[in-house]
């Protein structure tokens, strides 16, 4: 009895099925005809059921049963494969293997015995049972069993086998990325059991800015207190259907007041937090920084945003890409710490920032790697605190660890930084936005280095990035409620 065994992806070779025996080691795949094919022949592969396997097949089929993709759907908290999962492994054996290429499907029939768990082991094999000459049809019995050695599933399937032999290269698939979103899941779960914070949104006359306003009351993120002409704000709240019963409004004549006034009530204690609206950032930015009635201290305002990149294991901070146009070397003090101090609010215990510039060595000629050069140092002499700083290092170091030792850099932030500090705004807005478009990255943003945290919404934002920057504000929010309590005792 010949046999056919195979472990996806990869495939011993053999006188039939896969065979990696092409020019430059490229894999073959060649069929079993017709005529070749014996009673009681065997082929088998073996596949593990990974999440990312269960959530393409989600993805693929349209079948968003919770069972297969909620590990809290169900009482013991496991989430299960889809049946059919299995049965397309059977596909794969009698498509690659036995017969082969060329061979076109005519029935099946499956029984399933027991679920596939994740992370289980499932072995699929197919026998040949008879054939019928005239019709060059074979009919396999299938079998699916787990690592223990338990059927998983059982059937029978009919196929036409191929007549005419075939063997070439297989064909080069393309590369699948799961994408998930869990970083700012994650943040949205550290909100749960913290208060809902005043916050004064400022200007909300569209409905961007309005709609993100109450999205984020009605995830228990913010107590919105909507800051504009009133007339206008409920205009808008009709048109677009949106419920704003519940919330205080403070009516002010146009876009400069609802400016003012909103930094005061951060300013007097009433709002904890300061929400930007349908009105310019440079108009509220400007209250804030005013010296007598803004929400200055002593540190340089900071716009930090947090990334959650796919490919990348950990939250990404770049700062700064949005305040700060041509951040002088005193301005880049400030500029890290705040984000040395958001990514310790958001878990890092010792954050790793990584100073990037154009290359890793220092160069008289470009005057980031000399600035990097010296913050370095600050931190040495402890004039930066709480975090592990780096640079110069280009974006490939910064983030690869391949990258660094195939360059020699030794360090303890190269290839796995959590905090980006680019040179000026340029860089780091053109970073930011390219994480986001090309390599599908959350994005959440928050203005550091005032009083209470700053939150800067954009109109392209979707709802995630909204109700994302604004638990980056409650967290923040809830580090400075900590502090204070911990300085008055």
Known sequence: ?????????????????????????????????????????????????????????????????????????????????????SGSLISAVLGTLLPGPGTVYVGQDLRFERPVLLGDIVTVTVTARSKDAERKTVVFDCLAANQDGKTVATGVAEVIAPTEKFRRAAAELPQVQVIRHDGHELMLKKCESLPPVPTAVVHPCDESSLRGAVEAAEANLIDPVLVGPEAKIRSVADT????????????????????????????????????????????????????????????????????????????????????????????????????????????????RVAIL???????????????????????????????????????????????????????????????????????GNMLAKQLSFLAHADAAGIVLGARVPIILTSRADNVRTRLASCAVAVLSAAARRRGAAAAAE
């Open 1 to 85: 009895m010949d046999t056919v065994t195979a472990a996806l992806p990869v495939v011993p070779a053999g006188r039939s099925g896969i065979v990696p025996t092409g020019k430059n080691g490229s894999t073959m795949i060649e069929n079993v005809t017709f005529e070749e094919i014996r009673i009681g022949q065997q082929a088998s592969l073996s596949r593990r059921l990974t999440m990312s396997d269960i959530e393409l097949f989600a993805t693929v089929s349209g079948d968003l049963n919770p069972s297969h993709v909620d590990e809290n759907y169900t009482a013991d908290h496991k989430v299960v494969g889809h049946g059919m999962w």
């Open 240 to 351: 677009y259907g949106l419920d704003i019963s519940r919330y205080r409004i403070v009516d002010v004549a146009h876009s400069h007041a609802s400016a003012e006034t909103g930094v005061r009530l951060a300013r007097t204690g009433e709002c904890e937090a300061v929400m930007k609206g349908s009105l310019h950032t440079d108009e509220l930015m400007g209250e804030v920084v005013r010296k007598e009635t803004g929400l200055r201290t002593g540190r340089r305002l900071s716009h930090v945003f947090v990334m959650n990149v796919p490919t990348y294991p950990r939250p990404l901070l770049i700062t700064d890409a949005a305040i700060n146009i041509y951040p002088t070397l005193e301005d880049k003090v400030s500029i890290v710490q705040n984000a040395i101090d958001l990514a310790k609010v958001l878990g890092t215990e010792v954050p």
């Open 357 to 427: 510039s154009a290359v890793e060595t220092i160069n008289t000629k470009i005057a980031s790697t000399l600035e990097a050069a010296a913050l370095c140092k600050m931190a040495d002499r402890g004039q930066i605190t709480g975090g592990i700083l780096d640079g110069p290092l280009a974006f490939d170091n910064a983030i690869s660890r391949e990258a660094a030792i195939t360059k020699g850099i030794k360090s303890e932030v190269a290839g796995q930084a959590d905090i980006l500090l680019v040179p000026d705004l340029e860089a």
